[in-house]
C-alpha cells in the first residue's frame, strides 16, 4: 500500500499585526516534534535530485536522515561537511528555486520543507555549543580573503579545514557583509551571523575589521607581501539609481544606506543607539525584489503610516520572493504595479513632498526574459510622499580596483572570472559572488566561495599549468 504523504508542516510565525511594528524574528522555526514530522515526509530517494538544486551540494537526504533518527550531531556534521553557515541559509536562501525545486515529492504534493529543516538543525547546534572539525595539516600556505561576506567566509572556511592559514579583511567594523548590513534583524538575527562567523574563527580564520583593500594596500602589494592567493569576496555594494530628476532631494535613500543605516548603524534600535534614520510619514519604494520587500518592512517598523512598493512590471515579473512578498502584503505594504517614478518632487528646502509616475503596460519579453514594461502617453500622475527609497539594484564597489589595472572588468563593474573554479585573468587571484555575477543569492555567492577554495587548493598544491582557461 503506498505511503500516505503528510501535508508539508507549516512553521509558525509572529502575528501580522504585531510584527509590523517590531524587529523580532518573523518565522519562529520548528520545534523538535515538528521537525520530525516533517523529516518523516523525506522519501529518502536513491537517485535524490534535491542536491543537484543546492549550489554547495549539501547531502540533503542524508542529514535529514539523521535528523529523523534523532542523531542530532550526525546531522549537523553531514550539513556542515558543505555549508558552513546553515542557520544563515535556512533562513534566507530561496529554497523554493533551488533544492526543494527539485524535491521528487514535490511533483505530487508540496516538496519537503529543506530550508526549516536546515534551520533546524544549525539552530539546534548553536544551542548545544559548535564544535570544531579536524583540521588538515597546516600547508604553510597563507591566502588573502578580501570581504568577509557569504562568499569570502565560505572560501575562508573551506580554505582553513584544508590547512591553509587564511586572513580576512573586512572594510566596515563587522564582518558578514550583507548578512550583517543587508538583510534585516526580522529575518535574519544578527545573532545567528555572528555565531556562524565564530565558527569560522574557530576553524583558524584571522579577521582584520576596518580595512579597506585598495586604499591599505593594493592586490598586487598583498601579493608581493607575503600572501600565496587572493580570493576577491567583496559583493556588490555600489548602488543604482534611475537618473531621474529630483533623486538628489533630502529624504531619498539608496537602498543599501537606508538598510544599513537601519542594520548595521542599529536605527532601529535608537535611542538605545545614537544614530537615528529619518523615516517620513508615506513612504515610496521602488523596486520588486528581496532588497525592495526589506526597505518597505524596515520603513513600516521604524515608523512610516504608509508604505508603497512601485514597480514598473506587474506581480508576476515581481524578482522576490514569494514568501517575502506575502510577508510584506500581511504586514500593510501596499503594491502599485505597472508605475514607474519620472521625477521627484521637493520642497524649497530641499527635501522630498512627492514623486510623478507614468502608468505602464507590459511589451515583448527583453534581454531577461520578463516582458518589457512600456510607458502608457498621457497617464502621469503624482504620489504624496516625503521619502523614495531607490531598491534599483547594486554594482561592485570599485574601490577594490585601486592601482590593479590588469584585473579585467565587464562593462557592468564586475570582475572577469571562469565560473567553474573563481579564477580572473590576473595570476593567483580568484573571485566569487556578487563581484563577478552582479547582485545575486546569498547561496550562490557561497557555492562560488566554494569552488573557488577547492581551486586555490588544487593551485597551491601544485601550481604549474596554464593559469587562464576559458573565453578570452
Known amino acids: 500500500m503506498p505511503k500516505e504523504i503528510a501535508p508539508r508542516n507549516e512553521m509558525p510565525r509572529q502575528d501580522p499585526r504585531v510584527r509590523r511594528r517590531n524587529f523580532n524574528e518573523v518565522a519562529l522555526?520548528?520545534?523538535?516534534?515538528?521537525?520530525?514530522?516533517?523529516?518523516?515526509?523525506?522519501?529518502?530517494?536513491?537517485?535524490?535530485?534535491?542536491?543537484?538544486?543546492?549550489?554547495?551540494?549539501?547531502?540533503?537526504?542524508?542529514?535529514?536522515?539523521?535528523?529523523?533518527?534523532?542523531?542530532?550531531?550526525?546531522?549537523?556534521?553531514?550539513?556542515?561537511?558543505?555549508?558552513?553557515?546553515?542557520?544563515?541559509?535556512?533562513?534566507?536562501?530561496?529554497?523554493?528555486?533551488?533544492?526543494?525545486?527539485?524535491?521528487?515529492?514535490?511533483?505530487?504534493?508540496?516538496?519537503?520543507?529543506?530550508?526549516?529543516?536546515?534551520?533546524?538543525?544549525?539552530?539546534?547546534?548553536?544551542?548545544?555549543?559548535?564544535?570544531?572539525?579536524?583540521?588538515?595539516?597546516?600547508?604553510?600556505?597563507?591566502?588573502?580573503?578580501?570581504?568577509?561576506?557569504?562568499?569570502?567566509?565560505?572560501?575562508?572556511?573551506?580554505?582553513?579545514?584544508?590547512?591553509?592559514?587564511?586572513?580576512?579583511?573586512?572594510?566596515?567594523?563587522?564582518?558578514?557583509?550583507?548578512?550583517?548590513?543587508?538583510?534585516?534583524?526580522?529575518?535574519?538575527?544578527?545573532?545567528?551571523?555572528?555565531?556562524?562567523?565564530?565558527?569560522?574563527q574557530s576553524l583558524g580564520v584571522e579577521i582584520r575589521l576596518n580595512t579597506v583593500v585598495g586604499k591599505l594596500y593594493t592586490i598586487d602589494e598583498m601579493l608581493k607581501d607575503g600572501f600565496d592567493a587572493v580570493f576577491l569576496g567583496t559583493g556588490a555594494g555600489l548602488p543604482m539609481f534611475m537618473n531621474i530628476p529630483g533623486e538628489n532631494y533630502n529624504g531619498v535613500y539608496s537602498a543599501n544606506e537606508?538598510?544599513?543605516?537601519?542594520?548595521?548603524?542599529?536605527?532601529?534600535?535608537?535611542?538605545?543607539?545614537?544614530?537615528?534614520?529619518?523615516?517620513?510619514?508615506?513612504?515610496?519604494?521602488?523596486?520588486?525584489?528581496?532588497?525592495?520587500?526589506?526597505?518597505?518592512?524596515?520603513?513600516?517598523?521604524?515608523?512610516?503610516?504608509?508604505?508603497?512598493?512601485?514597480?514598473?512590471?506587474?506581480?508576476?515579473?515581481?524578482?522576490?520572493?514569494?514568501?517575502?512578498?506575502?510577508?510584506?502584503?500581511?504586514?500593510?505594504?501596499?503594491?502599485?504595479?505597472?508605475?514607474?517614478?519620472?521625477?521627484?518632487?521637493?520642497?524649497?528646502?530641499?527635501?522630498?513632498?512627492?514623486?510623478?509616475?507614468?502608468?505602464?503596460?507590459?511589451?515583448?519579453?527583453?534581454a531577461s526574459g520578463r516582458r518589457r514594461p512600456v510607458p502608457v502617453p498621457g497617464s502621469e500622475f503624482d504620489m504624496e510622499v516625503d521619502t523614495v527609497i531607490m531598491a534599483l539594484g547594486t554594482q561592485p564597489n570599485p574601490l577594490v580596483f585601486s592601482n590593479t589595472p590588469w584585473l579585467e572588468r565587464t562593462k557592468h563593474g564586475t570582475v572577469v572570472a571562469n565560473e567553474e573554479n573563481g579564477r580572473t585573468k590576473m595570476e593567483r587571484v580568484w573571485a566569487g559572488g556578487d563581484i563577478v555575477t552582479g547582485a545575486a543569492t546569498v547561496i550562490s555567492a557561497m557555492g562560488a566561495g566554494k569552488r573557488a577554495a577547492a581551486d586555490i587548493d588544487a593551485y597551491l598544491k601544485d601550481p604549474n599549468g596554464p593559469w587562464w582557461v576559458g573565453p578570452e
Open 258 to 366: 537606508f538598510l544599513t543605516r537601519t542594520n548595521l548603524m542599529k536605527a532601529y534600535l535608537f535611542p538605545e543607539y545614537d544614530t537615528p534614520i529619518n523615516v517620513g510619514r508615506k513612504v515610496a519604494v521602488v523596486g520588486a525584489g528581496n532588497v525592495a520587500m526589506d526597505s518597505a518592512r524596515c520603513a513600516l517598523r521604524l515608523g512610516a503610516d504608509e508604505v508603497h512598493i512601485v514597480y514598473r512590471r506587474s506581480r508576476a515579473e515581481m524578482p522576490a520572493r514569494a514568501e517575502e512578498v506575502a510577508n510584506a502584503e500581511e504586514e500593510g505594504i501596499i503594491f502599485d504595479f505597472l508605475t514607474n517614478p519620472v521625477e521627484i518632487h521637493g520642497t524649497d528646502k530641499g527635501w522630498v513632498c512627492g514623486m510623478r509616475c507614468i502608468r505602464m503596460e507590459l511589451g515583448e519579453p527583453d
Open 29 to 200: 522555526g520548528y520545534d523538535l516534534e515538528t521537525a520530525l514530522a516533517e523529516a518523516e515526509r523525506c522519501l529518502q530517494c536513491k537517485k535524490p535530485q534535491c542536491i543537484a538544486g543546492c549550489p554547495v551540494q549539501v547531502r540533503i537526504p542524508e542529514f535529514i536522515l539523521a535528523l529523523r533518527e534523532k542523531d542530532m550531531w550526525r546531522a549537523v556534521e553531514v550539513l556542515k561537511d558543505k555549508n558552513s553557515l546553515p542557520a544563515i541559509c535556512g533562513r534566507v536562501c530561496p529554497q523554493e528555486t533551488q533544492c526543494e525545486i527539485q524535491c521528487v515529492l514535490g511533483k505530487k504534493h508540496e516538496p519537503v520543507a529543506i530550508g526549516r529543516l536546515e534551520r533546524f538543525v544549525a539552530d539546534w547546534e548553536r544551542e548545544q555549543g559548535m564544535r570544531t572539525p579536524p583540521l588538515a595539516p597546516p600547508t604553510g600556505k597563507h591566502v588573502a580573503v578580501i570581504g568577509a561576506g557569504p562568499a569570502g567566509l565560505t572560501a575562508a572556511g573551506d580554505l582553513a579545514k584544508m590547512g591553509h592559514k587564511v586572513t580576512i579583511f573586512e572594510a566596515l567594523h563587522a564582518p558578514g557583509g550583507v548578512l550583517i548590513y543587508g538583510i534585516p534583524e526580522f529575518r535574519l538575527p544578527k545573532d545567528v551571523v555572528r555565531a556562524e562567523v565564530e565558527y569560522v
